[in-house]
């Protein structure tokens, strides 16, 4: 069994990825091709997002919506305490000062509760993270930016086409990112990602630094990075975009099914009445996850586990001295797995996987 299964889906739309893959080699225009442009304005048509940039990767998009917003050494950012390493480390990689914040005990993402008291004289803005594929509280996080004046970025990277009252993912705030990765709900067949605003004056700012700051060739307004999206990967995901709604529904029957199958032996997720997820993880908490790991990987189950260590904590951080109270990323960097997830898994996979867990427990 795999943990995302690539290879089925690649037999699935082996066709058309073939030949869209094709033509960029028989076009030979590897860098910018048309292909880039078609999915720019695919992914706005689907999320709704006036402008999306097509970029390197998911840590990419970090970075160059941070740059676009012009994030200064010394500015203090405010982060998830439970998250993917890049959501904070472009903001190091910036010079600018990642400030922890813990998250919710139910979705585990930022608690919107908790941000009031990490702000400070030189807070400039937010990144929420969309965990596991249910987005943060937008309304409230964005309410409290305002009253700050604050930005928000939306770490999409594994929400995207996820909803949140009626509105897509990467359309909830002021600038959202997100990453093609190959296991992420979206995947390329290598690195790619996005950054999505409805500021026409934002787009136009991240659009030239994506391309070395050059706003005619050899002419550089900011500094820049090199961070597109090469064509072939604009290939795969266009594609692959056409069937993502239908794979989200199948998602969804995955999600349900293992739901229904394990909610009285282990913690399962939790998704708010008002979220639509993508499942970008399904992922458990329990008491026994040595125990559940051991048993599933016996029988050739992968499992993982998102994440084991608060990035506070993380080596890379202790620079910015003692981590304090993070009470609810520590419990789950304890208790969290995540199982296999992906749009073909069949119902007798699924059972086989709870039923290993059953034995575990
Ligand atoms: C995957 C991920 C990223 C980074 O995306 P890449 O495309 O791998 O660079 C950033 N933030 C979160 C929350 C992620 O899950």
């Given amino acids: 069994m795999e943990f995302v299964d690539l290879k089925k889906q690649y037999l699935e739309y082996k066709v058309e990825i073939d030949t869209e893959i094709k033509?960029?080699?028989?076009?030979?225009?590897?860098?910018?091709?048309?292909?880039?442009?078609?999915?720019?304005?695919?992914?706005?048509?689907?999320?709704?997002?006036?402008?999306?940039?097509a970029c390197s990767s998911g840590t990419d998009?970090?970075?160059?919506?941070?740059?676009?917003?012009?994030?200064k050494?010394?500015?203090?950012?405010?982060?998830?305490?439970?998250?993917?390493?890049?959501?904070?480390?472009?903001?190091?990689?910036?010079g600018a000062v990642p400030v922890f914040c813990d998250v919710d005990p139910v979705t585990f993402n930022i608690d919107p509760k908790l941000i009031k008291d990490k702000i400070t004289s030189k807070t400039r803005g937010i990144i929420a993270v969309s965990l596991y594929g249910q987005t943060a509280d937008f309304?409230?996080?964005?309410?409290?930016?305002e009253e700050n004046n604050l930005w928000v970025i939306e770490d999409a990277a594994q929400s995207f086409g996820a909803e949140y009252k009626g509105k897509k993912s990467c359309n909830l705030t002021k600038i959202s990112t997100t990453s093609f990765f190959p296991a992420k709900p979206l995947g390329c067949y290598g690195d790619g990602g996005a950054v999505f605003t409805n500021?026409?004056?934002l787009n136009e700012r991240i659009r030239i630094v994506v391309n070395h700051g050059q706003e005619k060739r050899y002419f550089h307004k900011y500094i820049g990075v090199n961070g597109r999206m090469?064509?072939?990967?604009?290939?795969?995901?266009?594609?692959?975009l056409k069937y993502f709604s239908d794979e989200i529904k199948k998602r969804n029957s995955v999600a349900e099914k293992y739901t229904e199958l394990l909610e009285s032996f282990v913690k399962t997720p939790v998704v708010?009445?008002?979220?639509?997820?993508?499942?970008?993880?399904?992922?458990?908490?329990?008491?026994?996850?040595?125990?559940?790991?051991?048993?599933?990987?016996?029988?050739?189950?992968?499992?993982?586990?998102?994440?084991?260590?608060?990035?506070?904590?993380?080596?890379?951080?202790?620079?910015?001295?003692?981590?304090?109270?993070?009470?609810?990323?520590?419990?789950?960097?304890?208790?969290?797995m995540s199982?296999?997830?992906?749009?073909?898994?069949?119902?007798?996979?699924?059972e086989t996987v709870c039923s290993a867990i059953k034995v575990a427990l």
């Fill in 339 to 350: 199982l296999p997830m992906h749009p073909f898994l069949e119902t007798n996979d699924i």
């Fill in 199 to 201: 500021d026409d004056e």
């Fill in 230 to 240: 090469d064509t072939l990967q604009a290939a795969v995901v266009k594609v692959k």
């Fill in 73 to 94: 050494p010394g500015d203090e950012i405010i982060v998830p305490a439970f998250t993917f390493i890049a959501t904070a480390s472009m903001v190091s990689f910036l």
């Fill in 61 to 71: 998009a970090l970075t160059l919506a941070m740059m676009a917003l012009d994030v």
């Fill in 272 to 336: 708010l009445s008002e979220n639509k997820s993508v499942w970008a993880q399904y992922t458990i908490r329990t008491e026994k996850r040595d125990k559940i790991i051991d048993s599933l990987s016996a029988k050739g189950i992968p499992s993982a586990i998102h994440y084991p260590m608060p990035l506070p904590r993380q080596e890379a951080f202790s620079y910015l001295g003692q981590p304090v109270d993070f009470t609810v990323s520590d419990n789950l960097s304890i208790e969290v």
């Fill in 139 to 145: 309304d409230i996080i964005n309410s409290v930016a």
């Fill in 23 to 53: 033509s960029v080699l028989d076009n030979c225009q590897f860098i910018n091709g048309p292909a880039v442009k078609e999915l720019e304005t695919d992914l706005s048509a689907f999320c709704g997002a006036e402008h999306s940039i």
